[in-house]
């Protein structure tokens, strides 16, 4: 035979192979009996002037080869000698494979029909043969009437005598499990079809010569490693999906299931959550059913907070609680630790003795502070309408902070690991008083929903990562305390949105970066406001004069900012004042002498600025101040004598100044004095005062600085630091 004529004969085959495809279902549509004698063969029928052999063998019961797939192929010349000889690579996993998939495939298949529940209808073609089955017939709506039927497309036919006995004889047969069917099955419809497909590749590339034999080799490994992957796939996902686990919600029995009905209608868990084994509401409803030592009624109201509470308690990793006294046990649940009841004392009809928090009454908060807590909160605690507290503050909790009831009053869980951004459902708490969110890892836009807390006295986010601009916060008028501090706000603040909180007493804005003037308008009206703080900012232009209207200031901390100019004097009239922080700007001028006006102050801060000038004698009239620091100015003189007054001064720094003159020996007097810092002045010739050295050689002072590396500016043999710095300057 001529190449030409070899070609045109192997296209022949091709074109066989493919209407061998089409027609693999029409072959297939007879399915034998398991106990029948006859036979279905698979062949590719040669043409003229040609012969091809090779294919399917005959067997009894189905075909071991593949409809439409070959084993070898012989193509020979009219005058019988052999040309070409091609072995399909998968000859060996038929051997192996054909012979277990034709026996365990009608088996497979009308197990998987009745594991999917779908009718079947049985048409024996011998009736005197128990468990005979030529086919299954379609139902009506079938659209591919006389192709082999899909397990999904039958209808289940009345029970008779023939298909009884057959059911009666399959128990004696060689019975799959139901995974095992559905998995044979699969692999059956996946040998098949591979079978088919890699046949004719192999076919394709046959005649490229060797190289295109090698490829397609490589081509057959890989689809067979793939077709093992998909099996075992199969294998894992049915397994999981039967053998009765956890991952399938289940609907309970007995009590288990009243309970678990009456919760689920109350709309405090779905339905499925409860039926999943691994849940932990799956884990409260079962103790609450079975295992309580309370053995409460199902029809009892506290039935239902007990579950809510046992839910927390298997969410929270009870063995590490701190204190987790009655939890769980038979006593009411107002005797539990941190649980907190509305207190009762009229007489109850069952006991006579007067109802008190050992009960199982409204609960109104819960208070589990410092408790070591870990895990989350579960949405259950938003079912629990009585309660007007949640106190969660200084634990490990994580997650996000679920919805809560509308009547909730107080929502307090600082210093946890709570994520994600503001609560859109927030905006349902109307009735709330306190919202602390302060010190976890929380993040994102503040949305104008929380002007629907109307209610709000105390708002505390600091300690987050929540951004953004300045909150739109302008409804929130009854609000009293504001802390917004360490956070990535920026922009403005703007002078308009907080004039209309007369009743704000605490204003935290401070480590945050926000931009622009002081807000002048908004600050003179919080007639109420005690507590400022914008430090650490990047706020410019100059500190306004508005303090006179605003006595009540105890704290004004402006420190960290680029304000410049003058400090205000009306800021020197806040005799309630206590601490005042101006420190790190680039304010200029002299130190106000009205200081002496600030007899309540304790901290007073104002180093690193450009201030000049001397310090006030009068500075030693206020007698509370604790603690002093203007160093790392460009002050002159001497320090006054009437420091020595200051009897609870505890820490005085004056460093990097110009002051000069003699150190007075009146500090000595000061007996809460433990920290003297005056290096890097201009003291030139002085000694240190014997009675300061006395104070350190009896340790009631811990920090004495000098410039005392050189002896003709000071001399100190008693200084703890002595300036300048050996390798410095």
């Known amino acids: 035979m001529s190449s030409g004529q070899q070609n045109d004969e192997l296209e022949r085959i091709q074109d066989r192979l493919n209407r061998a495809k089409s027609n693999r279902t029409d072959q297939a549509s007879s399915i034998p009996s398991a106990a029948a004698d006859s036979s279905v063969t698979s062949r590719i029928r040669p043409s003229a002037g040609s012969t091809v052999s090779g294919g399917a063998s005959t067997t009894s019961g189905a075909s071991s080869a593949a409809p439409g797939t070959w084993e070898s192929i012989s193509i020979t010349s009219p005058g019988g000698r052999s040309k070409k000889k091609m072995t399909s690579p998968l000859a060996g996993i038929r051997k192996t494979f054909g012979k277990a998939a034709s026996s365990r495939r009608i088996v497979a298949q009308d197990q998987s029909i009745n594991l999917r529940g779908n009718p079947e209808t049985f048409s024996p073609t011998d009736s005197g043969r128990a468990g005979s089955m030529s086919m299954f017939s379609r139902d009506s709506s079938s659209r591919n009437i006389g192709q082999p039927p899909f397990a999904d497309e039958y209808n289940d036919a009345a029970p008779n005598a023939e298909s009884e006995e057959y059911l009666e004889s399959d128990k004696s047969r060689n019975r799959l499990s139901p995974v095992m069917a559905q998995i044979v099955g699969f692999c059956v419809d996946c040998y098949t079809s591979m079978a088919y497909h890699a046949d004719r590749l192999y076919l394709n590339c046959a005649r490229g010569g060797a190289g295109n034999k090698m490829t397609a080799n490589i081509v057959m490994i890989i689809i067979a490693v793939a077709a093992a992957i998909g099996v075992v796939v199969h294998f894992s996902k049915a397994g999981s999906s039967s053998d009765g686990g956890s991952a399938l919600p289940i609907t309970l029995s007995g009590r288990a299931g009243e309970v678990q009905r009456l919760i689920a209608e109350a709309g405090v868990t ?139 009053k107080y929502l307090l869980v600082p210093n946890n690991e709570f994520v994600g951004s503001f609560p859109e459902h927030f905006k349902g708490l109307a009735n709330l008083h306190g919202l602390d969110l302060s010190y976890n890892a929380m993040h994102g836009y503040v949305t104008e929903r929380i002007n629907e807390l109307t209610n709000l006295r105390t708002l505390d986010m600091s300690n987050n990562h929540f951004g953004g601009s300045f909150p739109e916060i302008h409804h929130l008028t009854k609000i009293t305390k504001l802390h917004l501090q360490n956070n990535i706000f920026h922009g403005t603040i703007p002078s308009g949105k907080l004039r209309d909180y007369e009743r704000l007493e605490i204003l935290r804005l401070d480590n945050n970066t926000f931009s622009g003037p002081f807000p002048k308008q908004s600050i003179e009206r919080l007639t109420r406001i005690e507590y400022i703080d914008l430090s650490q900012n990047d706020l410019t232009g100059s500190i306004p004069d508005i303090f006179q209207s605003i006595r009540r200031l105890t704290t004004v901390h402006l420190n960290n900012n680029r304000f410049r100019a003058h400090i205000p004097d009306s800021l020197m009239h806040l005799s309630g004042l206590k601490s005042l922080r101006l420190d790190h700007n680039v304010l200029t001028g002299k130190i106000p002498e009205t200081v002496a006006l600030l007899a309540d102050v304790q901290y007073f801060d104002l180093h690193d600025n450009l201030l000049t000038g001397e310090i006030p004698t009068y500075i030693g009239f206020p007698h509370d101040f604790t603690y002093i620091s203007l160093k790392n100015n460009k002050l002159t003189g001497s320090i006054p004598t009437e420091m020595g007054d200051l009897f609870r001064l505890a820490h005085l720094e004056l460093e990097g100044n110009r002051l000069n003159g003699d150190i007075p020996t009146q500090l000595a007097s000061l007996t809460a004095l433990t920290k003297l810092s005056i290096h890097e002045n201009q003291f030139a010739g002085i000694t240190m005062p014997i009675e300061l050295c006395d104070k350190i050689r009896r340790a009631e002072m811990k920090e004495l600085s000098a410039d005392c590396t050189d002896s003709d500016k000071v001399t100190c043999d008693c200084c703890s630091q002595c300036y300048p710095l050996a390798g410095t300057n």
């Open 270 to 408: 779905p339905m499925e959550v409860l039926g999943d084994k691994t849940s932990i509401q799956y884990a409260a409803l079962q103790w609450v059913a079975n295992k309580d030592p309370a053995k409460l009624k199902t029809y009892d109201s506290a039935l239902m907070e007990r579950y809510i509470l046992a839910v927390f308690y298997y969410a929270s990793n009870p063995d590490e609680w701190t204190n987790n006294d009655g939890w769980m046990t038979a006593t009411g649940y107002c005797a539990w630790y941190g649980v907190e009841c509305v207190p009762r004392d009229d007489a109850t009809q069952e006991s006579g003795i007067s109802r008190t928090y050992d009960d199982n009454d409204a609960i109104t908060g819960i208070t589990l502070t410092n408790n070591n807590l870990k895990g989350t909160l579960p949405p259950e605690f938003g079912k629990l309408s009585n309660t007007l507290s949640l106190d969660f503050g200084n634990n490990i909790l994580s997650g996000e902070i679920p919805e809560m009831h509308e009547n909730l």
